[in-house]
């Protein structure tokens, strides 16, 4: 199992409709990113945090997809509206800062109907 | 721009048939550094090596081993003794000095068969 947590596992929804994932990572790792995985390919980053704040959203659509960190631990990722497109795997990852290697979760496997 | 290309979309092998997954990457950065996951059915991506750009020694773990060659942008992985448990897809990755962002290759599918 691994140690940064991801909830749920699998989440079956209808287009239109809001879905969110949550993301625990690995004890004292400041940096956290979210990744989205469309099957048959490599994950895309999505957005990548320092701590509480920010770094690198540039490929988060950002009218539907919004993602927060607010005490600089756990993290929340949502989309509203979802859309078919949407169906992927959802990663977390986390690492001790930047330049240092990612730990994954387990994902979200996201299936839009 | 940055980019890593797995041109082996799918490799079966039979058990303890030695198997090396290919990695081409692109970067104008000079530090910049190379991981290799693996992802098994459950999802996870599990870390197996990173290397920096200034090092060009080849590394050993068992029956892992990878081949970096900085002339020709490759950072090969060679497992020996494939067993079955080796199934799963394998990702070569780049993180340059610029961002620290993962670009991943599209990732090869390795079938050990019994």
């Known amino acids: 199992e691994a140690e940064v947590a991801q909830s749920p596992r699998y989440k079956i929804t209808e287009k239109s409709q809001a879905v969110a994932f949550w993301c625990d990572p690995i004890?004292?790792?400041?940096?956290l990113y979210w990744y989205r995985q469309i099957l048959g390919q490599g994950p895309e980053l999505l957005v990548q945090?320092?701590?509480?704040?920010?770094?690198?959203d540039s490929q988060l659509p950002k009218d539907r997809f919004s993602a927060e960190r607010l005490k600089g631990v756990d993290s929340t990722l949502k989309i509203q509206p979802a859309e078919l497109g949407d169906s992927a795997m959802y990663l977390c990852?986390?690492?001790?800062?930047?330049?240092?290697?990612?730990?994954f979760g387990d994902g979200t496997r996201l299936s839009i109907l | 721009a940055q980019k890593v290309t797995q041109a082996q979309t799918e490799i079966s092998v039979v058990e303890k048939e030695d198997v090396t997954l290919d990695c081409v990457y692109e970067?104008?950065?000079?530090?910049?550094?190379l991981f290799w996951y693996k992802q098994p059915p459950s999802g996870e991506l599990v870390f197996l090596i990173r290397?920096?750009?200034?090092?060009?020694q080849n590394e050993i773990s068992g029956r892992y081993s990878w081949n970096f060659q900085k002339s020709t942008s490759s950072f090969n992985f060679t497992i020996t003794a494939s067993q079955v448990v080796d199934s799963a897809v394998y990702f070569c990755?780049?993180?340059?000095?610029?961002?620290?962002?993962?670009?991943f290759g599209s990732g090869t599918r390795l079938l050990v068969r019994p």
């Open positions: 990852a986390s690492s001790l800062d930047s330049n240092q290697p990612q730990h």
């Open positions: 004890s004292g790792h400041a940096t």
């Open positions: 945090f320092q701590d509480e704040s920010v770094v690198d």
């Open positions: 970067t104008r950065d000079t530090t910049y550094y």
């Open positions: 290397r920096n750009s200034f090092d060009e």
């Open positions: 990755a780049l993180s340059a000095d610029s961002s620290y962002k993962l670009i």
